[in-house]
């Protein structure tokens, strides 16, 4: 199994990025797809869970109404796309799959939000 992030990378305060994570070796429509993000010597936080058909969506509370996620099971893609960044949005952004006991990770992408 394999995720893929991309589409990180350095953006102003305000700004936007979307998020890519390209999955293979398994049945993406079966998974549960999450983004966590990570910043040196904090935990990894979920940012936000879309159910494996995409018609359920929750948010972290600091990332609700400026982020979004969807995903194209045709691709085997899911998306992060964020608006109005802030600094305190800057981290490893990293894709998961989960599916019971099957838990995969990406190798992140970074996000640098510069004020």
């Known amino acids: 199994v394999q995720l893929v992030e991309s589409g990180g990378g350095l953006v102003h305060t305000g700004g936007s990025l979307r998020l890519s994570c390209a999955a293979s070796g398994l049945t993406f429509n079966d998974y549960a797809m999450r983004w966590y993000r990570q910043t040196p010597g904090k935990e990894r936080e979920v940012v936000a869970v879309?159910?494996?058909?995409?018609?359920?969506?929750n948010y972290a509370d600091s990332v609700k109404g400026r982020f979004t996620v969807s995903r194209d099971n045709a691709k085997n893609t899911v998306y992060l796309q964020m608006n109005s960044l802030k600094p305190e949005d800057t981290a490893v952004y990293y894709c998961?799959?989960?599916?019971?006991?099957?838990?995969?990770w990406g190798k992140g992408t970074l996000v640098t939000v510069s004020s």
């Open positions: 998961n799959a989960l599916r019971g006991f099957r838990n995969y």
């Open positions: 879309i159910s494996n058909t995409g018609g359920i969506r």
